[in-house]
């Protein structure tokens, strides 16, 4: 069955596993979820914040291919023309096999994501999503200059003599780069999941209704 025929509880249950990569981070900052692909790209967006621990405080844009999505044109402070992220659902951008997509969040510090977008499949009816499968290494904090800016006061904390290095400690409180809690990212995406839930024991209920 092709996917333009699939009835709309069918898409509406189809997954896909996303690892979400910061780019240019060695050692790799990386998170892995499955997503429902019915979600919209202003969903996966919510969904990237949560588990990169970011405060969607910043603009943010996906590219996929040569297109750009992102905010509607009057809330992006004038920036290129894009498509509404509200309006295109991940699955309308996905190719057969892998898609790869960029999402760039803050426009300022440049924080450059690599979505590897694969696994297409029908989802475990017993659980529920999107859903966090894995991850290693801290996000940076918010606000620190980017990937030039973070190593910068990764060096800082690590060195007792460094200049910085009382203000950066007090500023990251008690960062560590290495490790983070999954906790709330787990809370995050059941907040998501919830939502969706309701929508499919709607979609269930006018189906029976319909064959009834």
């Known amino acids: 069955?092709?996917?333009?025929?699939?009835?709309?509880?069918?898409?509406?249950?189809?997954?896909?596993?996303?690892r979400i990569e910061l780019v240019d981070t060695d050692p790799l900052i990386w998170r892995a979820v499955e997503v429902p692909t019915s979600i919209t790209l202003k969903a996966l967006h919510d969904i990237i914040q949560a588990v990169m621990g970011w405060f969607d405080c910043h603009l943010w844009e996906f590219t996929v291919a040569t297109r750009k999505y992102g905010l509607p044109m009057?809330?992006?402070?004038?920036?290129?023309?894009?498509?509404?992220?509200?309006?295109?659902?991940?699955?309308?951008?996905?190719?057969?096999?892998?898609?790869i997509i960029d999402y760039l969040y803050d426009f300022g510090d440049s924080w450059e994501h690599r979505l590897t977008v694969s696994g297409v499949r029908q989802g475990d009816s017993a659980l529920s999503y999107p859903r966090y499968i894995g991850g290693e290494r801290n996000s940076p904090p918010e606000d620190c200059g980017g990937i030039p800016g973070f190593y910068e006061?990764?060096?800082?904390?690590?060195?007792?003599?460094?200049?910085?290095?009382t203000d950066m400690v007090e500023w990251l409180d008690d960062?560590?780069?290495?490790?983070?809690?999954?906790?709330?990212?787990?809370?995050?995406?059941?907040?998501?999941?919830?939502?969706?839930?309701?929508?499919?024991?709607?979609?269930?209920?006018?189906?029976?209704?319909?064959?009834?």
């Open 1 to 18: 069955m092709n996917r333009t025929s699939k009835s709309a509880a069918e898409s509406f249950n189809e997954i896909a596993t996303i």
């Open 74 to 99: 009057d809330e992006d402070w004038g920036t290129e023309p894009r498509f509404e992220a509200s309006k295109v659902r991940l699955r309308d951008v996905l190719a057969p096999g892998k898609t």
């Open 153 to 165: 006061l990764l060096d800082a904390i690590a060195d007792p003599d460094h200049p910085n290095h």
């Open 175 to 212: 960062y560590d780069p290495e490790t983070f809690d999954d906790l709330p990212i787990k809370y995050a995406l059941g907040r998501i999941a919830n939502q969706r839930n309701a929508v499919r024991a709607r979609l269930a209920k006018k189906k029976e209704g319909q064959s009834g």
